[in-house]
């Protein structure tokens, strides 16, 4: 899959999985009363008339086909039947597919593994694990949707995806911070220094910042000092309480603006501007700021600039 496919997956919709429940059928058995034989039965007797022949072009009707009443008193049964519903059928083209193979079946059926991890409006991929659960001691790095790359069990080192700071096993990255994030759609969280500016106990390094692996749709989170990332390099968007991104401490130019992906990821990045204003204080003064951006197909991030 190259990286544009990601573009291509962010416009399709999610195959929703419904799975039908089944289960047996309750048996359903009629019997008649053979009132109107016995009431038949009973004419010829007082009559006298024995019949001895039959006509060769009418069906005799043994008891064993009639059922519990047999020819001796000419019931009738209506013969018992079980009707089951099958299990509803893998969504999967097939079935055993190896890690890294696309799949849309939330049970697994179609994964050699049996875990299809999915991710709403990008997909799904066969892989190693769904959570932390499946990969203990260590984490769950999930899927990288860019390359097509199922998720797989990591030992919990810098970088490696996890749920919580439990399966971090670095002394000096033992904190699970979320790094890519979409609501209700996927979130990258990975094993690093901090997981917010708290966490940064030299105070000459009080910057909690994340530097990002487009192309291995990953990253990790780092303690930094102030202005030490360059421009086009990941900054931090938590706002700082008075509305602007704690990351402008941590940009050499002071700017860290939001890089929109699809209208879905919101990626930090340091750039020359966070508004127009910012240009217009430039000499000689400039009118527009020109929006960072993560460049996919050369999976950088693009920094922002005045024009």
């Not at 501007?273 to 910012?278: G, L, M, Q």
Request: proline residues 7%; charged residues 15%; contains cysteine.
């Amino acid at each position: 899959m190259t990286r544009y496919k990601l573009v291509s997956l962010c416009l399709s919709s999610l195959a929703l999985i419904a799975a039908p429940a089944c289960g047996d059928r309750e048996k359903t058995t009629a019997d008649s009363d053979g009132s109107s034989s016995s009431s038949s039965a009973s004419a010829s007797t007082t009559s006298g008339e024995i019949p001895t022949t039959s006509d060769p072009t009418t069906p005799t009707t043994t008891g064993a086909e009639s059922g519990s009443g047999g020819a001796t008193d000419g019931s009738s049964s209506t013969t018992a039947t079980t009707a089951t519903t099958a299990p509803p059928a893998c969504m999967d083209p097939m079935e055993g597919a190896p890690n890294n193979t696309e799949c849309a079946d939330a049970s697994g059926c179609g994964c050699e593994s049996g875990k299809c991890f999915l991710v709403p409006i990008l997909g799904g991929w066969c892989g190693e694990c769904l959570g932390d659960v499946d990969c203990a001691p260590g984490g769950c790095t999930v899927p990288n949707p860019i390359d097509g790359v199922g998720s797989t069990c990591n030992q919990g080192e810098p970088g490696a995806g996890c749920q919580s700071d439990a399966v971090c096993t670095d002394p000096a990255n033992l904190h699970c911070g979320s790094l890519l994030a979409v609501e209700n759609i996927i979130d990258v969280s990975t094993c690093g220094e901090c997981g917010s500016n708290a966490d940064c106990a030299d105070p000459k390094k009080p910057n909690c910042s994340p530097t990002y692996d487009v192309m291995n749709f990953t990253g990790t989170y780092v303690c930094i000092e102030d202005g030490a990332v360059p421009n086009a390099e990941g900054c931090n968007l938590t706002d700082d309480g008075m509305g602007a991104p704690i990351g402008n401490a941590a940009c050499m130019s002071g700017f860290c603006g939001e890089a929109n992906v699809m209208g879905l990821l919101k990626v930090g990045v340091c750039g020359e501007c966070n508004s127009n204003e910012d240009c217009m204080k430039l000499d000689p003064p400039k009118t527009k700021c020109n929006d960072p951006q993560v460049d996919l197909n050369a999976a950088a991030l693009v920094a922002s600039f005045c024009s």
